[in-house]
């Protein structure tokens, strides 16, 4: 629509100018003015994470601040004096500023990249890790740049995580390159996230910043979207007419383990389990929270923990994802015990999965596990579990993703229906199991879900308020469910 530079240029500059800061792109300016952030690279022309970088500085002490060094294509020579003296936090218009003569927003401009700013790019991958969200992959010059860090010899150490809001809609390029980073031996995942500002605020929550910081941002966050209403009371018809698929949580740890130890989490799952301590714990920040034993854990972390002092801190499962994900895993953990599951946990949530009984060695047990296993072949066919020999012999079997949500006042262990599959060894996007699982599925409408339902529901909890417990001997990793699961009833004018 419009040939020339200088007309697309005000185009984007009128475009841009009208725009203001989001709540998701102010912690990013957070994370920049407080050092928690090396490097920002962006294919947008607008200014925001400039304004949102100088506001976080303004809010800091004056020996608190990092300024933000930003190059574009008018200014190259400032990512290179960054790389060189590693003067960051930095900001690398990839495709220009909307307020120079310098952009690229066609389709043969976007071919190519700027020499120097695709080797800012390309080294500071070779030194951090990549969080890439908010972008589709459709600019093959920045494809091309993050496909040749692939060929250093320790490309991404510290992963390389793609945000999108649905993994099935990723572009056929975008696969290839994630496809390609597994197989050069980068830890690469895909991260789903709603919105950009779900992503940063869940980020938020998880590091360290100070005080007078973190109360800027809170002054700052969204409303509210869910809040509380008062529902017209009317006469209902009878009941029930819909089963959900969520157990009632009626108590669970309300406190952890809180170790001053720094370790990375992977580092932290291999001496967990190495020494087999029976403990479940995730990294917060300078700090580890943990569920099970401290005698195990301390014994696993070794001389990192030999001189600290383990204390205690309250959960905040509403507040703190970080506090969730931990209930999650020890809950997660808690439910395979004496039932014929195995649990998972992947990029994509928690899984519990049906397992074949027949390698129990106690025969009695052998048999209460196969009589738990009954009602899903009623429900699902003798087909619970196995292997795909025309897909290399990966194991699938019928299963459950379970999460912990908070509504009306309560905590619900969330369980979906799905068939898990064993996870393709190169990655492979879209899995090509896919189609097979689909045909799977085709024929379980409402009827055969009811039952799926009513199936995990009685294995998960078969008492009315059922005690599960992660760890044998730890009373920090009990919970309780109760076993009436939630229910939808209809009012005279709909659903109530």
Avoid: C
Avoid at 157 to 182: H, I, M, Y
Wanted: glycine share 6%; charged share 25%.
């Amino acid at each position: 629509m419009y040939q020339l530079a200088d007309d697309r240029r005000r185009y984007i500059a009128e475009a841009v100018e009208r725009g203001s800061p989001s709540y998701g792109q102010r912690v990013l300016g957070a994370l920049l003015a407080a050092g928690h952030t090396p490097a920002v690279f962006t294919t947008n022309f607008d200014a925001l994470v400039e304004q949102s970088t100088s506001w976080a500085n303004d809010v800091l002490a004056p020996d608190d601040r990092h300024p933000l060094r930003v190059s574009a294509l008018a200014d190259v020579d400032i990512a290179r004096r960054v790389l060189n003296q590693g003067d960051w936090p930095l900001l690398v218009k990839l495709h220009g500023d909307y307020q120079s003569d310098a952009i690229k927003n066609t389709t043969a401009e976007l071919r190519e990249q700027d020499s120097s700013l695709r080797l800012t790019l390309t080294e500071s991958m070779r030194r951090f890790g990549l969080v890439v969200a908010g972008y589709s992959g459709r600019d093959d010059s920045v494809m091309d740049a993050l496909e040749e860090v692939l060929t250093s010899p320790s490309p991404y150490p510290n992963g390389l995580f793609w945000v999108v809001r649905s993994s099935t809609r990723l572009l056929p390029r975008v696969e290839d390159f994630l496809a390609k980073a597994v197989s050069a031996g980068v830890e690469a995942w895909l991260v789903e996230s709603e919105t950009f500002d779900e992503l940063l605020a869940a980020v938020e929550r998880q590091v360290v910043l100070p005080t007078e910081l973190r109360e800027a941002l809170e002054s700052r966050s969204p409303s509210e979207l869910v809040v509380d209403v008062s529902l017209p009371v009317v006469e209902v018809a009878k009941f029930p007419v819909l089963r959900f698929n969520a157990l009632p949580v009626v108590a669970m740890p309300s406190n952890a383990i809180s170790a001053p130890v720094n370790i990375d989490k992977h580092e932290l799952r291999r001496v967990l389990r190495e020494s087999r301590a029976s403990v479940d714990a995730v990294p917060n920040g300078p700090h580890i929270i943990a569920l099970g034993s401290d005698r195990d854990l301390r014994d696993a972390l070794g001389s990192a923990a030999s001189t600290v002092v383990f204390g205690t801190r309250a959960l905040d499962p509403a507040g703190s994802t970080v506090d969730q994900g931990l209930l999650l895993n020890a809950l997660t953990r808690a439910l395979s015990r004496d039932r014929p599951l195995r649990y998972v946990f992947d990029d994509r949530g928690n899984v519990l999965h049906l397992r074949d009984p027949s390698s129990a060695r106690d025969a009695a047990y052998r048999g209460q596990l196969e009589a738990k296993l009954a009602p899903f072949r009623d429900v699902y066919g003798k087909d619970l579990f196995g292997a795909l020999s025309k897909f290399g012999g990966r194991k699938y079997a019928e299963g459950v993703r379970i999460r912990l949500d908070f509504r009306l006042s309560q905590w619900w262990l969330v369980f979906e229906p799905f068939t898990w599959v064993e996870r393709h060894p190169e990655r492979i996007r879209p899995d090509p199991v896919a189609p097979w699982i689909r045909e799977r599925w085709f024929q379980r409408r409402n009827k055969e879900w009811a039952a799926m339902v009513a199936a995990w529901a009685s294995l998960l909890v078969p008492d009315p308020e059922t005690l599960v417990q992660a760890w044998s001997g730890e009373e920090t990793t009990k919970f309780v469910l109760g076993q009436k699961t939630a229910w939808s009833v209809p009012g005279q004018e709909g659903l109530a």
